[in-house]
């Protein structure tokens, strides 16, 4: 049986079995979410109609079940999806939309994260960009949405060290005036362009000011030197680190270096499968990590475009390593442990505790 396919009848297990009970499968903290690639299908339709003349259609903003892409159409994806959110309202709403549809998978903490964009034509600012997201985590918070929503400012690679310190200034202009929404700054973006020696100085900054910091480490196997420098910092969290270990041309350095720190990683199976950087569900490096005890947590990266959830995550590495619900349970209890959000852990603790008998009536 192919990774495809198993994703694809663990999907109907999951519809199956979600509509018989409660919406929260193991308790859930979502830690790696970028707010464009969580764009869900109703909330692309929204958006179509309101630019029709852009003549986007959805199979162009998602990849379906069963569809694989290169890493390069993955981020023309992202092109098409920038075209379609390109005013503050359809930040506000794209935002508020997908915060909800986190709650309705029985997410309870999750960790946004997004890149600042100026756009000529609709006059939007990249501070606009920014209050605007959080002016959706508060209004989803005032109507009661049951979710807590953090925000990491994200660097993309492409623009170059003299936007990433820009980034990192506006950032920490955030983290101090939000009250602790914004916790953090994340670097994302093609692993193939750009090199984050450039970046360094601005991560360093951001990370002495008192963000913590997510970097993309090693989604492409040609990162090995770049990740030597970067888990240097070093970071709070590292984003897929695909090929960080020496059976798939990492090294036992960059290992040894990653468990010195305890730093967690957030591994996110369906995008990397779908974006065919990792073969199968099966040759995930979920499994190497967690057979080592290291904190590994399960994340959904971009679940619009890659058509998933993060219960449907869970259930695949569920199935795919042949974990108990006590195995499920236990890694999701441990994910809070990695937020950005130390005053936020004791009261998710027992939260978790709380929901736990309802979780195992399943
Ligand atoms: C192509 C692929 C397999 C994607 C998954 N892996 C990713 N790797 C690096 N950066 C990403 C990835 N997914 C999303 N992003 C970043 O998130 C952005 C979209 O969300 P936003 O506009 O920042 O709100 C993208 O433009 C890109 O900068
Ligand atoms: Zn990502």
């Not at 892409?69 to 506000?92: P, S």
């Not at 695909?242 to 798939?248: D, G, Q, S, Y």
Request: hydrophobic share 35%; with cysteine; charged share 25%.
């Amino acid at each position: 049986v192919s990774g495809i396919d198993l994703h694809f009848s663990h999907q109907s297990t999951f519809i199956s079995r979600r509509q018989n009970t409660s919406p929260s499968w193991w308790s859930h903290g979502e830690l790696h979410a970028h707010l464009n690639g969580s764009v869900s299908f109703s909330t692309i339709e929204k958006l179509v109609a309101r630019k029709p003349h852009l003549n986007i259609e959805h199979g162009m903003t998602a990849i379906r079940s069963g569809q694989r892409r290169t890493l390069d159409e993955c981020f023309q994806v992202f092109k098409v999806i920038h075209q379609l959110v390109d005013t503050e309202e359809d930040i506000l709403m794209v935002a508020k939309d997908v915060i909800r549809e986190f709650a309705a998978d029985g997410v309870k903490y999750l960790e946004l994260r997004s890149t600042p964009r100026k756009e000529k034509t609709t006059g939007m600012t990249k501070r606009r960009y920014v209050e605007t997201v959080i002016e959706a985590i508060r209004q989803c918070k005032n109507e009661g949405v049951d979710i807590e929503v953090r925000f990491l400012v994200a660097v993309d690679r492409r623009n170059g060290a003299e936007v990433a310190m820009e980034t990192v200034k506006l950032a920490e202009d955030f983290m101090l005036s939000t009250g602790g929404l914004v916790v953090g700054l994340d670097l994302s973006g093609d692993p193939m362009v750009g090199h984050g020696r450039d970046l360094l100085p601005a991560l360093q900054k951001a990370k002495n000011c008192g963000l913590k910091l997510s970097l993309h480490l090693s989604e492409v196997p040609s990162q090995a030197d770049e990740s030597e420098l970067l888990l240097n910092i070093p970071p709070d969290r590292i984003g897929h680190g695909t090929f960080l270990h020496p059976e798939v041309g990492g090294s036992q350095s960059l290992v040894d270096k990653v468990r010195k720190h305890n730093t967690p990683l957030e591994l996110c199976l369906t995008s990397n499968v779908k974006g065919q950087t990792v073969s199968s569900y099966s040759q995930h490096h979920f499994l190497y990590w967690y057979q080592m005890g290291h904190p590994s947590v399960l994340c959904t990266d971009d679940k619009g475009v890659f058509c998933t959830d993060l219960s449907q995550e869970y259930q695949l590495a569920a199935s795919t390593f042949n974990l108990s619900q006590e195995d499920m349970w236990t890694l999701s209890q441990k994910a809070i442990d990695c937020t950005f959000a130390p005053d936020l852990q004791q009261q998710l603790h027992q939260k978790w505790l709380e929901l736990r008998p309802t979780l195992f009536q399943l």
